[in-house]
């Protein structure tokens, strides 16, 4: 990430720093090495520049994934956005009271009109599949208010390169269908300037005017490491490592060797004598025509005799002869029942647990609350004590996304200039036990 001093405020550009020049002049940058630049606009997202339509075709496919990312979606949001005002109890404890979104009456008004629940669930969705998401907000004529805020879909984002005077990501590209070769000069693209992460309302509010912007995008991120551009979340590993196309495969698997494998349980031969004995002379006169009716016969009369329930138990009468050679007494039929291996069927289940293990571990969701399980195979223990202990972890490790989460509320808040003691948060169910809680649940900050 690199350095821009502008008017001596500090902000964070993403990109990277080949030299800082820290000057007495009025406009300071960063500066990039000009082969970062590269030659389209863009940075490309993927070497096909369409990553996330790859791997959301991958992960729609994919049952385990799918769900952990809806359980991780909805615990995020928990029980909503609400407003609380923090205090201090009588006895110096720490003490949130919730205020109404309906008694703030500016505040109730802007949430109706910009359907902020919404708003917030369409972001929560983006930061926990890429975590990147793109708030856009519309300013009025003259600067002073922020009149409206939605949401960019993330996999629809493109970043234009790093600027590499200023050091800074300076727009950003929505386009419904992004290929390869998309020119960002394309009827079907849309330009939207992109305003740092690290400014504050009053920086945000001196920029616009200076740039005579109506209307950005201020994108939101869990932290990079060491990404220029776009982040590469570790929940992804079993996507780019191949884990999610492995369970993928194992329902095609499947349904071919079950569609293709032979499902026999009697092998019947015939034994050429038998017809030579039963037909006598005549069996030399027929034709291969009349000799291949009597075969299709006889195999469909033993069919019909060994299968279906009805049969059940019945007994067959073979014909037995002495061979002609040796003396030896010989069966003209013989039957030998015979099973059927099954083992792809157990192959194809062991893969499935250890993918999803894989898939859900990476994604961050314990298979106790996803009530994981392979018939034959269990996922880990998933009695209810488990259950409300690895939700409270859970809960306990959102604190740190749910800051990012909330940073388009609280610039909301600083521009429009609402009550600076007015602080956002998401409710959190916690589970508890039926002695202490009749609904099983209860909800905090």
């Given at each position: 990430m690199s350095s821009v001093y502008?008017?001596?405020?500090?902000?964070?550009?993403?990109?990277?720093?080949?030299a800082v020049t820290f000057s007495d002049s009025k406009e300071k940058h960063s500066t990039i090495n000009p082969e970062e630049t590269g030659s389209s606009k863009i940075a490309p997202w993927g070497e096909d520049n369409r990553y996330p339509q790859n791997f959301m075709a991958t992960l729609k496919k994919n049952g385990a994934g799918g769900s952990s990312y809806r359980f991780l979606k909805a615990a995020h949001y928990g029980q909503g956005f609400q407003?609380?005002?923090?205090?201090?109890?009588?006895?110096?404890?720490?003490d949130r009271k919730i205020i109404p979104i309906k008694s703030l009456t500016d505040?109730?008004?802007?949430?109706?009109?910009?359907?902020?629940?919404?708003?917030?669930?369409?972001?929560?969705?983006?930061?926990?599949?890429?975590?990147?998401?793109?708030?856009?907000?519309?300013?009025?004529?003259?600067?002073?208010?922020?009149?409206?805020?939605k949401r960019l879909q993330t996999a629809k984002m493109r970043y234009e390169r790093i600027n590499p005077k200023s050091g800074l990501i300076e727009n950003a590209y929505f386009c419904h269908n992004w290929q390869s070769g998309t020119s960002v000069d394309s009827e079907f693209v849309q330009k939207i300037p992109v305003v740092d992460s690290y400014f504050g309302a009053e920086q945000i509010k001196e920029y616009c005017k200076a740039k005579k912007l109506h209307k950005?995008?201020?994108?939101?991120?869990?932290?990079l490491i060491d990404e220029t551009y776009y982040?590469?979340?570790?929940?992804?590993?079993?996507?780019?490592?191949?884990?999610?196309?492995?369970?993928?495969?194992?329902?095609?698997?499947?349904?071919?060797?079950?569609?293709?494998?032979?499902n026999i349980k009697y092998l019947v031969k015939v034994s050429e004598e038998y017809f030579l004995r039963t037909?006598?002379?005549?069996?030399?006169?027929?034709?291969?025509?009349?000799?291949?009716?009597?075969?299709t016969q006889l195999t469909e009369a033993i069919d019909e005799h060994?299968?279906?329930?009805?049969?059940a138990g019945k007994s067959i009468q073979v014909t037995r002869f002495k061979d002609r050679t040796t003396g030896d007494w010989e069966d003209g039929i013989t039957i030998e029942e015979i099973g059927t291996k099954n083992d792809g069927e157990g192959k194809g289940i062991l893969d499935a647990s250890a993918g999803n293990q894989e898939i859900m571990s990476a994604i961050g969701t314990d298979p106790n609350l996803m009530g994981a399980g392979i018939?034959?195979?269990?996922?880990?223990?998933?009695?209810?004590?488990?259950?409300?202990?690895?939700?409270?972890?859970?809960?306990?490790?959102?604190?740190?996304?749910?800051?990012?989460?909330?940073?388009?509320?609280?610039?909301?808040?600083?521009?429009?200039?609402?009550?600076?003691?007015?602080?956002?948060?998401?409710?959190?169910?916690?589970?508890?036990?039926?002695?202490?809680?009749?609904t099983g649940t209860q909800n905090e900050f």
């Open positions: 502008y008017n001596d405020h500090f902000s964070v550009g993403m990109g990277k720093v080949s407003i609380f005002r923090e205090d201090t109890s009588k006895d110096g404890k720490r505040i109730n008004a802007f949430h109706r009109k910009c359907k902020i629940d919404r708003f917030f669930t369409e972001i929560i969705a983006d930061l926990e599949t890429f975590n990147l998401a793109f708030p856009e907000f519309i300013l009025s004529n003259d600067y002073n208010k922020v009149v409206s805020i950005f995008t201020m994108p939101i991120f869990y932290p982040p590469e979340p570790d929940h992804h590993s079993v996507y780019r490592n191949g884990w999610m196309d492995v369970v993928n495969a194992i329902p095609d698997y499947k349904k071919a060797y079950s569609k293709n494998q032979l037909y006598e002379e005549d069996w030399k006169k027929f034709t291969p025509e009349k000799k291949k009716e009597i075969r060994l299968s279906g329930n009805k049969n018939p034959g195979n269990k996922l880990g223990d998933s009695g209810g004590s488990n259950k409300r202990e690895a939700f409270s972890i859970l809960n306990a490790l959102f604190k740190t996304k749910r800051e990012t989460t909330l940073e388009p509320w609280r610039i909301l808040r600083d521009y429009n200039g609402w009550d600076e003691n007015l602080e956002g948060d998401f409710a959190v169910t916690n589970l508890t036990t039926l002695d202490k809680n009749p």
